[in-house]
């Protein structure tokens, strides 16, 4: 019941992942007597979807803290306590993000070795996805915060992006090793005397996400999501810009005729739809995070990521990759 567009484009997507993964089922919370006459309308999707009523539901504007005394049996608590329980493998909301990860942590929990969750998404680069985390989950970090993030980060480029050897990056002001604050500088040293000393790059900038410089691109929660935000106010901008600039004249749309087949190309490429669904990593579930605003296709995307998650068994291998980084850092310290 959560996104600007709920429930339609939720059940529109649901349909949409129904044929691309014929094994998935859906369990939908939120007020049945929406869900149902929608429902009825979309031929084959009935035969996978399981409705749990409820008519309580998370609204934009609730605080977090708030929600989470209150909230018990909103849609979205409601979706998360079945992950909990084991009746469902994820959750996909384009609801309330802070209410979505406050709910999430306080009733999942963190895997062992993780003492921070980290919201995660990726971008379309030169050279193909760049996955970057946190987004938003933490504002203030450390040193082992930011390790796990890599360690993370690096489990799901490998299992889910198909990334053999994922490189890693920390994002900082520059390349230089004088560079950052103690927080940083500590982090990266960290990863030089890891398991993951052969995959780490270094230090890189802004510019380099979009380059595809590295494969994770790791930083804190404050600093992605202006990041994250900037990207997209970009892209809009030069969107609006190539858009004006073929109706600027008659032989520009004449142009454009003759380059709307190398155009379709760039706005599938860079279609957002194409990238929806920010992964909160390192808790004891799969939760996922649509944007608020997609529509039917973009959800579906969120679904695929949660499938792909829970196929890929990403969480238990974070715990291993944290629990061998625990284990190596208390030989070091002995």
Do not use: W
């Amino acid at each position: 019941m959560g996104g600007d567009n709920a429930p339609h484009i939720v059940l529109a997507g649901a349909n949409i992942a129904r044929l691309r993964y014929p094994d998935a089922r859906f369990i939908l919370f939120g007020d049945e007597t929406e869900l149902t006459p929608r429902l009825k309308k979309l031929r084959g999707l009935p035969d996978v979807v399981e409705i749990h009523h409820t008519s309580e539901r998370v609204l934009a504007d609730d605080k977090p803290s708030q929600i989470v005394r209150t909230g018990k049996q909103t849609s979205m608590r409601l979706a998360i306590d079945a992950v909990k329980e084991g009746r469902a493998g994820g959750i996909v909301s384009a609801g309330n993000t802070g209410a979505l990860m406050a709910m999430a942590v306080l009733t999942l929990r963190r895997l062992p070795g993780i003492s921070r969750p980290a919201m995660a998404s990726f971008f379309p680069t030169l050279h193909g996805e760049t996955l970057m985390l946190d987004l938003g989950a933490n504002v203030s970090y450390d040193a082992d915060n930011l390790v796990q993030f890599a360690i993370m980060g690096e489990v799901f480029a490998r299992e889910v992006l198909g990334t053999k050897e994922p490189t890693i990056g920390l994002l900082n002001i520059g390349s230089e090793d004088i560079k950052g604050n103690e927080a940083l500088k500590q982090a990266a040293q960290m990863l030089r005397d890891s398991d993951l000393a052969d995959r780490f790059y270094g230090f890189v900038e802004g510019n380099d996400i979009p380059s595809g410089t590295v494969d994770v691109v790791v930083t804190d929660g404050f600093t992605g999501n202006v990041a994250l935000k900037t990207a997209e106010g970009t892209a809009k901008l030069i969107g609006g810009f190539v858009r004006e600039a073929f109706k600027s004249s008659v032989l520009a749309q004449v142009g454009y005729l003759f380059a709307k087949r190398a155009l379709d190309k760039l706005r599938v490429r860079t279609d957002p739809r194409r990238y929806n669904g920010a992964m909160l990593l390192g808790l004891n579930g799969v939760c996922v995070k649509s944007h608020g605003a997609t529509d039917a296709v973009g959800f579906a995307t969120a679904i695929g990521v949660a499938v792909d998650m829970v196929k890929k068994a990403v969480n238990n291998s974070i715990a291993e990759r944290a629990a061998a980084a625990q284990i190596k850092n208390s030989l070091a310290a002995s």
